[in-house]
């Protein structure tokens, strides 16, 4: 017995969606497609997926600021000191307000071997 497979968004649907959403990927663009359809949020959002155009929202702290990883920090101090792999990671177990202090410090420094003039 073959089993018939239900369509939840006809082709027209799919492509008038995706071409909403890749001209403008705001949650209110889902929203209304979501009530245009009568579909859930969530059943728009997995369209949206399957269809490898959807954009996950990125995480913002209280700052309103996308956070960066410690370890990007460490590694971008690592960078300009010429430090070795192992002092690298030795850096990733300090604060990471302490580390980004030093790397801001470090990117409006003067090199130390730069000419006076």
Known sequence: M???K?????DAQTAELVAAY??????ETVETFAKKFGKTVKSVV???SRENVYQKKLYVNKFRTVPV???TVADAIGKVLNLTEAETTSLTKAN???LEKVFNALANSVPA????E
């Open 6 to 10: 239900t369509v939840n968004y006809s």
């Open 96 to 98: 990471k307000t302490a």
């Open 46 to 48: 997995a369209k949206l």
């Open 69 to 71: 990883a410690k370890d």
């Open 113 to 116: 071997n730069a000419e006076t």
């Open 2 to 4: 073959a089993t018939v």
């Open 22 to 27: 890749v001209a403008t990927p705001t949650t």
